[in-house]
């Protein structure tokens, strides 16, 4: 008689895949009407791969590894270092300017939308920054006269009090 493996380390993780020699006695045990809990304990599998392995042979008839739904990816990892550096290099190129950058560099064929799409998911947005008055020197000496005499300025002194409720610090 086996016994149930109470060490966590022995148990199947979240990311592995069962092997097919392991989903073989799966399907057995449930043709041989054993309860999801049976075949769990037995085969030292946990009851949801084991419900999942059962949901999938009795919609597709098969336990084989289905191929992953959706297109293949574009860029390679490669790609996505050569778009960060060459962003990271000059912020200001355009996103045409840099799918023609990664042609020639990489040899991809990729458009600005697609570029734009992997920079948004890296992080980066195109948005502008804030504009900034530029300080002269001639309005910097017009201006300190007029901090210097409002230094001392209080809440209370010049609001009325309908505005600002007299509290004390």
């Given at each position: ?19 097919d ?17 049976d ?29 992953p ?7 390679t ?47 980066f ?20 006269p ?24």
């Open positions: 008689m086996q016994t149930a493996s109470t060490n966590i380390g022995e148990r199947m993780g979240r990311s592995q895949e069962l092997s020699s392991k989903r073989g006695p799966v399907i057995g045990g449930h043709l041989g009407n054993k309860s999801i809990r075949i769990s304990w037995l085969l030292n599998i946990p009851q949801s791969a084991v419900s999942g392995i059962i949901t999938k042979w009795k919609q597709l008839g098969t336990t084989a590894t289905q191929p739904s959706g297109r293949p990816r574009h860029m990892g490669r790609g996505q270092r050569m778009l960060k550096h060459t962003v990271r290099r000059s912020r200001q190129l355009s996103a045409e300017s840099i799918a023609k950058d990664l042609q020639t560099w990489c040899d991809l064929q990729m458009s600005p939308t697609t570029v734009c799409r992997e920079l948004h998911g890296m992080g947005h195109g948005r502008a920054a804030a504009s900034k008055p530029s300080i002269t020197k001639c309005n910097a000496k017009r201006g300190m007029w901090c210097k005499a409002r230094r001392h300025w209080t809440l209370e002194r010049y609001l009325p009090d309908c505005i600002v409720p007299s509290v004390k610090f």
